[in-house]
């Protein structure tokens, strides 16, 4: 199974981050991890707010 900090790079990465991979996300997030995934988690959400990375899902809202 994919870390946190695996989905993460991935996104940051790209600059995009998919659908899939949030689904991913949620469910790592639901079982332990460590700090580091902690983390990752945090620059992923500093990212997609500043713009850095955008959501497919939040792309898929704009259309609607």
Same mark, same amino acid.
Request: aromatic content about 4%; overall charge positive.
């Given at each position: 199974m994919a870390r946190i900090r695996d989905v993460v790079q991935t996104a940051l990465t790209t600059g995009?981050?998919?659908t899939e991979a949030e689904n991913q996300? =949620?469910?790592l997030l639901t079982v332990r991890y460590d700090l580091e995934d902690f983390n990752a988690f945090m620059v992923?959400?500093?990212?997609a707010m500043?713009?850095?990375?955008?959501?497919?899902? =939040?792309?898929?809202?704009s259309i609607t």
């Open positions: 995009y981050l998919t996300l =949620r469910k992923l959400q500093e990212a500043t713009g850095k990375v955008i959501q497919e899902s =939040r792309q898929q809202c």
